[in-house]
């Protein structure tokens, strides 16, 4: 079954791994379990220097709470977008967390990700 066609639930169970592995790797900046689940595309951007410059200049991705829970799915294209209620251990307030899942070959993979 397409990953566009699973429902919200089922996305959410895929998606929730992969998301905790993101904050939880960004939080120790860790570069190869950050990029563990990145489509081939996405790893052209998020080479370690770039990824190293983003962690020391941006606090709120390094201080994400785990834990957090999903709370819609988009689907656009070839992409579904899971929302993510987001917050920090040294930033107030709460942020949104944006990961965009597609197939590579027979897995699913990342094609974005980001913190607003």
């Given at each position: ?31 190869g379990g950050f990029t563990k689940d990145l489509s081939s595309q996405m790893l052209y951007g998020a080479n370690e220097i770039e990824l190293g410059k ?63």
């Open positions: 079954m397409s990953l566009l066609d699973k429902s919200d639930d089922e996305i959410i169970k895929i998606a929730d791994p992969i998301w905790e592995n993101l904050v939880k790797s960004s939080n120790i900046k860790d570069y983003q962690w020391a200049s941006n606090e709120l991705i390094s201080s994400l709470v785990e834990g957090c829970k999903a709370f819609g799915c988009l689907r656009r294209g070839l992409y579904v977008t899971v929302l993510y209620k987001q917050t920090s251990t040294k930033m107030p307030g709460e942020f949104l967390g944006r990961l965009v899942l597609g197939e590579e070959g027979d897995e699913i993979k990342i094609f974005g990700a980001t913190i607003f």
